[in-house]
Each structure stands twice: as structure tokens, then as C-alpha cells.
């Protein structure tokens, strides 16, 4: 049985396992839209699960960093303390420890709000995929509510399609990867002007032949910064859950193999230690992700300012 996916009859258990690790890390689908919206000019924009979840990590950034800032900023000759005083040291972290060593001081204040939204939104949406809630609403949907997982139709059912984290969907990375990418020719815009800030791609005072070569290269490095963000991110954030699923996986798997449940329950005090050490490094990948982003995107952003040829 696959809680919330579809069970092929007479499939074997490898088939069926690598149909479920498939459908927990898949993107969301516009097949099993969870709200329906009219097609505009051809764009289907109902909202996929995906989305809906990107909706939870605004409101959860919102109800947990910006509306806490908001009221301690109201109240004049106070501390800071408990949840705000966190947050204020993660915010001078980012600000002087990222942000200020590579954009420099001019420019610190311009950018640190962009760097610091990057670092909690996606903090957030990797930390949501650590939670088992779609797993829970899956078995409750089933076994209590007794609605077949080929009910597309059922709200739950179309939640439970797709990967668990958004920052695992390869659209969503994009997305943040190409505000990276205007950002730096923003960046490199505001501080050298539009022209310029294309001339600084590559060294002045060359041969001209050798600008034939470089121009082309320098412009294929531009694509590639947030081609790499786009891939590390998703990529760092699926490898993990493909890993633990493949891990307990193998009960069922072992269980088959030797037509017994007792090797299935033998493979176990072996594979649900290593799937629990694998969830704690996932809880430092989530971490770590968000400050390797974070971290590039001010490098890179630093690399259109502060021009080093």
C-alpha cells in the first residue's frame, strides 16, 4: 500500500517503492490543481501544491520575523528580547558576516533586506519539508476518513501529490535564482551604470581578437550563476528525502525478496538508524542551504560592485 499515491495491482514491491520515492519528491502537478483558476491566454493558473505551500512560508515569515520586528520597532527604548533578540542576531549575522564583507559598506543597507528575505524564505520552505504533515494527512485520509487514493477530486489527495519541500520543485529554485540574476545587473547598474556594468564583464585594455573569445565566455558565466543556484538548492533538498525513503524502503524490499517478514523486521534495526542520522544531517542541510544561497547571492551581487579588473 502507498498512502496517497496509486498502487499498481500485481506490481512488484522494487516497482511500487520506486514509484513512491518518485511521487514524494516530483514537482507538483497541474494535473491535481489544489484550486482550480480560468486559463489566461493559454496559462492554466490554478494553484498546485507547490504554490499553496509557498503561500504558507510567506505567511509563516510574516507571522514569525516581519510582524514581531514591526511591533518592537513601535515600542521606543525597549531591548530586545526572546524571539526578537534571535532575530536580531541572525539579521547583524547576515548583515555584517555576508553581506557588508562583499557588497561593502556603501551598499550594505541597499541590499541586506533582499539577502535577508532570500535567507528566511527559504529557511522556512526547507524547514516545512522536514515535517511529516502530508505523510499524517495521507494516513488520516485514508485509514479514518476511508477516501481512495485515486480520488482526485479529494483536497487531501491533491496535497498529497508532489514533492514534500517547495525548494525541492526545480520551478521554484528558478524562480529565486532569476531574481538573483536582475538583481546583479541591478546591482551592477546602480553602482557603474547601465553601460558600464556591461563593460565590466571583462578586463579592459585587451587585445581585441581576445575579446572575441572572452565576451562570449564572460556571458555564458552570467547564465551559469544562477543555473548553479537553481541546481544546487533542489538538488541538495531532494537528494536527502530520496535517501531516507530509499532507506526504510528496504524493509518491504528485503521482506520480498526472501518472502519473509521476519527479514523485513531484521533489515529495519538497520535501515531506520541510518534513516534517522540521515534526518538529522536534513535538518542541518535546511540550514545550510539557506546560508549557501544567501551567501552566493551576495557574492555575486558583490562581484557586479566592487569590479576587481
Same mark, same amino acid.
Given at each position: 500500500m +502507498?498512502? &496517497?499515491g496509486e498502487q499498481a495491482h500485481g506490481s512488484s514491491v522494487m516497482d511500487q517503492v520506486g514509484d513512491n520515492i518518485i511521487h514524494h519528491v516530483s514537482n507538483s502537478s497541474l494535473d491535481h490543481p489544489l484550486i482550480h483558476f480560468p486559463h489566461i491566454y493559454g496559462i492554466d493558473l490554478s494553484v498546485t501544491k507547490h504554490v499553496f505551500m509557498l503561500w504558507v512560508v510567506a505567511a509563516l515569515v510574516s507571522i514569525t520575523v516581519i510582524i514581531p +520586528?514591526?511591533?518592537? /520597532?513601535?515600542?521606543?527604548?525597549?531591548?530586545?528580547?526572546? /524571539?526578537v533578540n534571535a532575530i536580531e542576531s541572525i539579521v547583524q549575522f547576515i548583515r555584517d558576516s555576508i553581506?557588508?564583507?562583499n557588497v561593502g559598506p556603501k551598499w550594505v543597507n541597499t541590499w541586506t533586506p533582499l539577502i535577508l528575505t532570500f535567507f528566511f524564505f527559504i529557511l522556512f520552505a526547507n524547514g516545512i519539508g522536514m515535517i511529516p504533515i502530508f505523510d499524517l494527512l495521507g494516513v488520516f485520509n485514508r485509514f479514518i476518513? &476511508?477516501?481512495p487514493a485515486n480520488d482526485n477530486h479529494n483536497f487531501i489527495n491533491n496535497l498529497l501529490h508532489g514533492g514534500v519541500t517547495a525548494t525541492g520543485n526545480f520551478n521554484v529554485t528558478a524562480a529565486l535564482a532569476t531574481i538573483t540574476f536582475f538583481t546583479i545587473i +541591478?546591482? &551592477?547598474?546602480?553602482?557603474? &551604470?547601465? +553601460?558600464?556594468h556591461w563593460k565590466n564583464l571583462v578586463p579592459h585594455g585587451l587585445a581585441w581578437p581576445i575579446y572575441i573569445i572572452l565576451i562570449p565566455i564572460e556571458l555564458m558565466g552570467l547564465l551559469v550563476k544562477p543555473f548553479a543556484l537553481t541546481m544546487r538548492l533542489a538538488a541538495n533538498m531532494t537528494g536527502g528525502h530520496i535517501a531516507l525513503l530509499a532507506l526504510l524502503s528496504l524493509m518491504a524490499i528485503f521482506a520480498e525478496m526472501f518472502h519473509s517478514v521476519a527479514a523485513g523486521i531484521g533489515v529495519a534495526f538497520i535501515s531506520v538508524p541510518l534513516a534517522a542520522a540521515i534526518s538529522g544531517l536534513e535538518i542541518i542541510v535546511v540550514m545550510v542551504q539557506a546560508y549557501v544561497f544567501t551567501l552566493l547571492t551576495a557574492v555575486f551581487v558583490g562581484m557586479a560592485i566592487n569590479v576587481h579588473h
Amino acid at each position: 500500500m +502507498i498512502v &496517497g499515491g496509486e498502487q499498481a495491482h500485481g506490481s512488484s514491491v522494487m516497482d511500487q517503492v520506486g514509484d513512491n520515492i518518485i511521487h514524494h519528491v516530483s514537482n507538483s502537478s497541474l494535473d491535481h490543481p489544489l484550486i482550480h483558476f480560468p486559463h489566461i491566454y493559454g496559462i492554466d493558473l490554478s494553484v498546485t501544491k507547490h504554490v499553496f505551500m509557498l503561500w504558507v512560508v510567506a505567511a509563516l515569515v510574516s507571522i514569525t520575523v516581519i510582524i514581531p +520586528i514591526q511591533k518592537y /520597532l513601535r515600542r521606543k527604548n525597549t531591548a530586545p528580547s526572546g /524571539l526578537v533578540n534571535a532575530i536580531e542576531s541572525i539579521v547583524q549575522f547576515i548583515r555584517d558576516s555576508i553581506v557588508k564583507p562583499n557588497v561593502g559598506p556603501k551598499w550594505v543597507n541597499t541590499w541586506t533586506p533582499l539577502i535577508l528575505t532570500f535567507f528566511f524564505f527559504i529557511l522556512f520552505a526547507n524547514g516545512i519539508g522536514m515535517i511529516p504533515i502530508f505523510d499524517l494527512l495521507g494516513v488520516f485520509n485514508r485509514f479514518i476518513m &476511508g477516501v481512495p487514493a485515486n480520488d482526485n477530486h479529494n483536497f487531501i489527495n491533491n496535497l498529497l501529490h508532489g514533492g514534500v519541500t517547495a525548494t525541492g520543485n526545480f520551478n521554484v529554485t528558478a524562480a529565486l535564482a532569476t531574481i538573483t540574476f536582475f538583481t546583479i545587473i +541591478i546591482a &551592477g547598474t546602480k553602482a557603474h &551604470g547601465f +553601460i558600464q556594468h556591461w563593460k565590466n564583464l571583462v578586463p579592459h585594455g585587451l587585445a581585441w581578437p581576445i575579446y572575441i573569445i572572452l565576451i562570449p565566455i564572460e556571458l555564458m558565466g552570467l547564465l551559469v550563476k544562477p543555473f548553479a543556484l537553481t541546481m544546487r538548492l533542489a538538488a541538495n533538498m531532494t537528494g536527502g528525502h530520496i535517501a531516507l525513503l530509499a532507506l526504510l524502503s528496504l524493509m518491504a524490499i528485503f521482506a520480498e525478496m526472501f518472502h519473509s517478514v521476519a527479514a523485513g523486521i531484521g533489515v529495519a534495526f538497520i535501515s531506520v538508524p541510518l534513516a534517522a542520522a540521515i534526518s538529522g544531517l536534513e535538518i542541518i542541510v535546511v540550514m545550510v542551504q539557506a546560508y549557501v544561497f544567501t551567501l552566493l547571492t551576495a557574492v555575486f551581487v558583490g562581484m557586479a560592485i566592487n569590479v576587481h579588473h
